[in-house]
């Protein structure tokens, strides 16, 4: 996942924007983003952010974590994107 700051130095990253868009394109060609919260690790982006700011659609929200990516079905434009 894109960091929004270096944990090391807490500069922000100023090539996050870029980062996000590069993981929405894997996302779009079919990669999937499997999210598992446990320790907190503030520096990388969140489940809220990937659902809202970078508006990854939700494949499954489940006890233990979150699936992040596209159905056969989305990526072949049959299934509205709302």
């Not at 700051?5 to 922000?12: E, N, R």
């Not at 996050?16 to 999210?35: C, P």
């Not at 809220?48 to 700011?53: A, C, I, K, P, Y």
């Given at each position: 996942l894109?960091?929004?700051?270096?944990?090391?130095?807490l500069a922000?990253?100023p090539?996050?924007?870029?980062?996000a868009?590069a993981?929405?394109?894997?996302?779009r060609?079919?990669?999937?983003?499997?999210?598992?919260p446990?320790?907190?690790?503030a520096?990388?982006?969140?489940v809220?952010?990937?659902?809202?700011t970078?508006?990854?659609?939700?494949?499954?929200?489940l006890?233990d974590?979150?699936i992040?990516g596209?159905?056969?079905?989305h990526?072949?434009?049959?299934?509205?994107?709302?």
């Amino acid at each position: 996942l894109p960091t929004k700051f270096s944990p090391t130095s807490l500069a922000p990253n100023p090539n996050l924007d870029r980062e996000a868009a590069a993981l929405q394109d894997a996302v779009r060609s079919g990669a999937i983003v499997v999210f598992l919260p446990g320790e907190p690790h503030a520096y990388l982006l969140n489940v809220g952010d990937l659902e809202r700011t970078y508006r990854l659609p939700l494949l499954r929200r489940l006890p233990d974590g979150v699936i992040f990516g596209y159905t056969r079905r989305h990526r072949a434009g049959q299934v509205s994107s709302r």
